[in-house]
């Protein structure tokens, strides 16, 4: 079936220790998402692809970077953790930016701090 | 600014019907979207609305009105697997989805 994959569901790093967390897509869709959501909030977005186009949120820290090598593929780099940065990160994917297509979301990883 | 409003909860009871409205203000408006997210799961698309009425799709439906700014979800025989959290998502302008915090619903028997 065509869905949106993340790896891996669950990862714990250390204060300040780098982790990549990764996406994948078989819907060949055209835009890519990253999003932070933290307990009981909203889901944050954090920058999208469109494309080989990075496209980043004016509020998304320094320390979030992402890199699209594929259409299939996505990763989220979180250079030095903190215990802020322990959330739910939800990738998804829509067909086209600037439309209404619907995005179609990945199961998440749930990433912590310690 | 732009502002999403949910209940933050909601309680039912198994076999009732409810309904989770949603009230946005957004620099523009190209649709909203309505969301499921069991606990700890990404979330599933529901339904989505750009024109005025009722939406129907098997026990859910979506209802908008874009002149009052206002949706609703109505989920009919409500069963336990509907226990989940509720997100109301607005395109707006820039065709950027602005997110409510969700209406978390709890099912009782």
């Known amino acids: 079936d065509a869905m949106v994959i993340q790896n891996p569901r669950y990862q714990v790093t250390q204060f300040g220790k780098p982790v990549t967390l990764s996406c994948s897509q078989t819907?060949?869709?055209?835009?890519m998402y990253w999003y932070q959501q933290k307990s009981s909030q909203a889901p944050k977005l954090l920058f999208h692809?469109?494309?080989?186009?990075?496209?980043n949120e004016a509020d998304t820290p320094d320390n979030f970077q992402s890199r699209r090598p594929n259409t299939s593929f996505c990763f989220l780099d979180i250079r030095s953790p903190g215990l802020g940065d322990a959330a739910m990160y939800l990738c998804a994917t829509s067909r086209e930016r600037g439309s209404t297509d619907t995005q179609y979301f990945g199961p998440g990883t749930r990433l912590t701090v310690l | 600014g732009q502002n999403i409003d949910q209940p933050t909860e909601m309680t039912a009871t198994e076999g009732a019907i409810v309904q989770i409205n949603c009230t946005y203000q957004t620099s523009g408006f190209n649709g909203l979207f309505w969301y499921q997210q069991h606990a700890g799961e990404a979330p599933t698309f529901l339904s989505y609305?750009?024109l005025d009425g009722l939406e129907e799709k098997g026990r859910f439906s979506s209802f908008l009105s874009r002149s009052k700014g206002y949706s609703y979800l109505l989920l009919k025989e409500l069963q336990m697997k509907d226990s989940a959290s509720y997100l109301c998502?607005?395109?707006?302008?820039?065709?950027?989805?602005?997110w409510g915090a969700g209406t978390k619903l709890i099912i009782k028997p």
């Open positions: 819907l060949n869709h055209n835009v």
């Open positions: 609305n750009v």
């Open positions: 692809y469109y494309d080989k186009d990075f496209n």
């Open positions: 998502a607005v395109l707006d302008s820039n065709y950027q989805l602005i």
